[in-house]
């Protein structure tokens, strides 16, 4: 499995081990994936803003996401520009745009060119690394 991009300090990975469920440490720390159609958020229609579960720093609008048929939550862009950050992942022998917190480097998914308009894009995410503040 792939080790974490960002380099904690043991102090830091042991508060995020204690806060984290396993498999929000294992998506967010380890750039691993949780299996499609399990995640919380694969196919909610409820309003609000994603939190990244990490730093809550925001991240997509309800009002982007969309129903991709991959089994993860899908958005077509970014609440605001700069709030998700890409890199290059060659992790399963083909190259993938990952895509990060800008905040903390938490890893959320990945980003694909086949998305609807108006953007084209397909953030495709793992619901273990979100975190949905309703509106009221």
């Not at 939190?51 to 605001?80: H, M, N, R």
Request: aromatic share 10%.
């Amino acid at each position: 499995m792939k080790s974490a991009q960002n380099p904690q300090a043991p102090s830091r990975r042991s508060e995020l081990r204690r806060r984290l469920t396993d498999l929000e440490y294992h998506v967010t720390q380890e750039a691993g994936t949780e299996r499609p159609f399990t995640g919380k958020y694969w196919n909610s229609k409820e309003d609000g803003v994603y939190l990244c579960v990490v730093c809550d720093g925001q991240l997509f609008a309800s009002g982007a996401k969309y129903d991709s048929g991959t089994g993860w939550p899908s958005f077509y862009e970014q609440i605001a520009e700069h709030r998700v950050e890409e890199r290059s992942d060659h992790s399963h022998g083909w190259v993938r745009t990952e895509v990060v917190c800008s905040r903390c480097g938490a890893h959320l998914g990945h980003l694909f060119p086949d998305g609807p308009p108006p953007t084209g894009l397909r953030y495709c995410i793992n619901s273990a690394s979100l975190r949905l503040a309703q509106e009221d």
